[in-house]
């Protein structure tokens, strides 16, 4: 009967992380983060009732894959190429700023390593989980506040769809160079191999899901290939390239996003991601967290990474935005948006563990982080927009340029 204990844990793992995830919805927290909790109670560290398995991790990669196929699907180009340079530059800016300032904060807590050891790459690491910024999150809060549409949240909504996307380009180089024997030139030669290789694939797979789609519209068989196509791209990424696999769903979920039934494709994806991979993924995050090894010194560095996480977003969003002829009270506002993390930082964290670049007593300090970010920030933006007319009900919110 051994045999089929993964059923029992399977069942637990869901039940659970649903209810908790729908106690932090009703507590206005993302519900990741009752999922991870969960993970935390019903795992070693507290009840015992479920251990992390080959068979969950297996499932939870799985999970993870299908939520950047979805984060992949859910980008808006249109929006993208709207916003343009503006956007990419305070996303830059907001990725480059958060690496160097995470690093620093391991390195002053744990000591400087020498270039290229691997406490060093530890440290690069550290400050990658920090690039991330969460558009679930964001896109909430701002719509909740009516100012979604509006020049700023717009700016904010495209900022931290490309701020997504360089984070994971920076793992991608992170990992690459985790590996003593690969170059720097070898990495980057990897790269632009599976970008073109991506390239080459989303043309004609494109064209040929766009015909597909119109033949049959509407039909199962759109999301089934897609799927198919998106284990495709995550194996091809990590076998042939050494790329993260995540990397790989997210590429096919851009070739994809632009198709007619893309929401279609997403909706189905979302069932099953929804229902039990996600659940298992998130919940596996708090089953590999460890409390064992906390240290008064892990403690400040959890206290020391949440609030270095925060302040390079407001700083080099917010910074960025002035310098592009905001108003401060405008440039403020995109940096308090970007500032929020999630699920990336989550599957960031997690590619980390499993490569060997970070330890799971870490995990509690970014669970902390999405915690305090997730409820700062829709608090500061409220107090940011008060008194301002909604934009979404005008659509004509323009931005205001900082007095020359």
């Given at each position: 009967m051994e045999s ?7 069942a ?5 992380a649903?209810?908790f ?8 927290a993302?519900q ?7 993970g935390?109670?019903?795992g ?11 068979f969950l ?20 180009m ?5 916003t343009g340079?503006?956007a990419?530059?305070?996303a830059?800016v907001?990725?480059v700023?958060p690496?160097?300032?995470?690093a ?5 807590i744990?000591g400087?390593?020498e270039?290229g ?17 969460s558009?679930?999150?964001t896109?909430?809060t701002l ?13 904010i ?8 996307i360089?984070?994971i380009?920076?793992?991608t180089?992170v ?7 690969s ?6 030669i ?5 970008i ?6 989303g043309i ?13 519209p ?7 290939l897609?799927?198919?196509l998106?284990m ?8 042939f390239f ?6 790989g769903a997210?590429v096919?979920?851009?070739i994809?996003?632009n198709?007619?039934d893309?929401?279609y494709?997403a ?15 998130f ?5 590999k967290?460890?409390f ?12 020391a ?6 302040l390079t977003?407001?700083i080099?969003?917010?910074?960025t ?11 403020l ?6 500032m ?6 989550l599957?960031?964290?997690q590619k ?8 799971p007593v870490y995990f ?6 999405i ?6 920030t829709?608090?500061?933006l ?14 004509e ?8």
């Amino acid at each position: 009967m051994e045999s089929f204990e993964f059923l029992k844990n399977l069942a637990i793992i869901i039940v659970t992380a649903k209810v908790f995830g729908l106690i932090a919805n009703k507590l206005k927290a993302p519900q990741v983060v009752g999922e991870i909790i969960a993970g935390l109670l019903i795992g070693p560290c507290v009840l015992g009732w479920v251990e992390q398995t080959e068979f969950l991790s297996r499932m939870a990669e799985i999970g993870v894959v299908l939520i950047m196929f979805g984060a992949g699907l859910e980008t808006n180009m249109k929006d993208l190429l709207k916003t343009g340079p503006k956007a990419l530059l305070v996303a830059t800016v907001g990725v480059v700023v958060p690496l160097i300032g995470g690093a620093l904060t391991y390195m002053l807590i744990f000591g400087f390593s020498e270039f290229g050891s691997e406490e060093f790459m530890r440290a690069v690491f550290i400050g990658t989980i920090m690039t991330a910024t969460s558009v679930g999150i964001t896109v909430q809060t701002l719509k909740e506040l009516g100012h979604l549409k509006g020049h700023i949240g717009t700016l904010i909504l495209s900022s931290a769809i490309i701020d997504d996307i360089l984070g994971i380009i920076v793992l991608t180089f992170v990992i690459g160079f985790k590996d003593p024997n690969s170059a720097p030139a070898d990495v980057v030669i990897r790269t632009g191999l599976f970008i073109l290789f991506s390239f080459g694939v989303g043309i004609v797979t494109y064209y040929l899901f766009k015909f597909i789609d119109k033949r049959y519209p509407h039909k199962r068989r759109i999301p089934i290939l897609g799927l198919a196509l998106c284990m495709i791209m995550a194996y091809s990424a990590e076998k042939f390239f050494g790329i993260a696999d995540i990397t790989g769903a997210y590429v096919a979920g851009l070739i994809l996003c632009n198709l007619r039934d893309s929401e279609y494709i997403a909706e189905k994806m979302d069932i099953s991601s929804y229902m039990m991979f996600g659940p298992v993924f998130f919940a596996s995050i708090g089953l590999k967290t460890q409390f064992d090894g906390f240290t008064p010194e892990l403690l400040l560095f959890s206290a020391a990474f949440v609030l270095t996480a925060l302040l390079t977003k407001v700083i080099g969003c917010g910074l960025t935005a002035r310098a592009l002829g905001y108003s401060g009270k405008d440039s403020l506002k995109v940096g308090v948006g970007m500032m929020t993390r999630g699920e990336v930082a989550l599957i960031v964290s997690q590619k980390g563990l499993s490569v060997g670049m970070m330890d799971p007593v870490y995990f509690t300090s970014v669970i902390l982080l999405i915690i305090v970010s997730s409820v700062t920030t829709p608090i500061v933006l409220k107090l940011l927009y008060r008194g301002e007319p909604k934009a979404d009900e005008d659509h004509e919110e323009q931005p205001v340029p900082a007095e020359q």
